[in-house]
């Protein structure tokens, strides 16, 4: 994008900012480097885009509502919230000595200074003898400046189509990164899969019990050379048989949760590589669901889109559906007492089966408390929180719900 000269800065304060003036600012909202104007009269809303990130320098007034944008906590934005929110913007001017820096006048002598140098971009806020700048200000003598007949003046609507063009290329940049994390992401899981694997294939539980009934029988710790790393040869034989079937034991519980650890990743893995990257649209909400409903309970991320959330207790369980948004997914065991659960995620997603099963698993082993047993089969109700209601003066948190999927599984 060529960047904003005088000219067409002249030409945006005189035909589209200037009808700004008598409107009152309500918002100020920051992402990254984008900074959003919100200014407000009598219903009607209007917007003022200024961009110092590495697709501007912009300064765009918006007559539409713009995309929205995760608002973050700044200094700068918090300078707004304490002395400038509520101030009536009186005019609007270019400093032609300074060549592109625009100046926002307020009521109560408050101003905004916008530099659209590419080189020392910045904004400037004033009011009551304060001031605070968005970046560390670089003195105007240090700023090279170019002459206006270099550029061509272009329309309000050319300068958006260009920097909108900037923002798409950045954006598809932003997918290559996202691609190349996931990579990543999938070699660790594979890394992670062999890992338990081999721990599986190793089969310890048998070569315990295998060593302990060897030593009932021969009655000596003169064990054949593949099993002399696992007897302690300082203690006494009946302390060696009694540790090989104690290990034994353990090594079968840790055995079953290697197997489910096994099918868990694979089936990472699987959803990984069939659901493509995408960037993200729609800002996701601010406040997670256990945060919002200030209940106690546990919180999964699935992936970068799905998260799981499941209360502690009955009454947790109400907090976190009465905070829960309408397209939130509660699950829950089919025909059993179980946890209730609530899938978090963006309103356009659309869920895999391969995510339904990862939120149905986690959910069965957190309500169960214990390693499942081999060939088990178990039903998970799932539906959207709109269509569940908790039951009026139940204590135990139950509910009615409707329009709901049922999905089958087993270990």
Known sequence: MLNI??????????????????FEWVDFIVSGRDYLFVFQKQGCKKWLWVDLGSSGPAFLPILDPPARLKGEKKPIGLF?????????????SRVKDQGRVVVLE?????RVEARLYPSGKNLTFSASNKSLSAFKLIPASAIQ?????????????????SWLALRESKGSGYKEKLIKTNEKKMAKVRVAIKKAQDNYDQNLY???????????????????KNYEW?????????????????????????????ADRISQLKLELKT???????????????KRLL??????????KINDHVTFTIGKSAADNMKLLRKARPWHLWVHLQDEPSAHGFIEVNKAYSLTSGEIELVARSLYQQTRKKAPQGGEKFAVLMAQCRHVRPIKGDRLGRVHYKQESVHLYSW
């Not at 307020?106 to 408050?110: A, I, K, N, T, V």
């Not at 007897?231 to 048989?241: C, F, G, R, T, V």
């Not at 945060?291 to 999964?300: L, P």
């Open 145 to 161: 400046r170019s002459e206006n007949q270099k550029f061509n003046v272009r329309s309000l609507d050319e300068i958006k189509t």
């Open 230 to 258: 696992l007897i302690d040869a300082q203690k006494p034989l009946s302390w060696n048989i009694t540790n090989c079937f104690e290990k034994s034991k353990k090594q079968k519980i840790k055995r079953v949760g290697t």
């Open 106 to 110: 307020f009521s109560e002598d408050c």
């Open 291 to 300: 945060e919002a409903s200030g209940a106690k309970g546990r919180r999964k």
């Open 5 to 22: 000269n005088e000219l067409e800065l002249d030409q945006i304060l005189g035909s589209e900012l200037g009808s700004y003036v008598g």
């Open 80 to 92: 707004f919230q304490s002395n400038l929110k509520g101030q009536i913007l009186t005019g609007v």
């Open 272 to 286: 990984a590589e069939s659901r493509p990257v995408e960037v993200e649209t729609r800002s996701v909400d601010k």
């Open 206 to 224: 048998k070569k315990w019990l295998d060593l302990g009934a060897w030593l009932k029988e021969n009655q000596t710790l003169s064990v054949p």
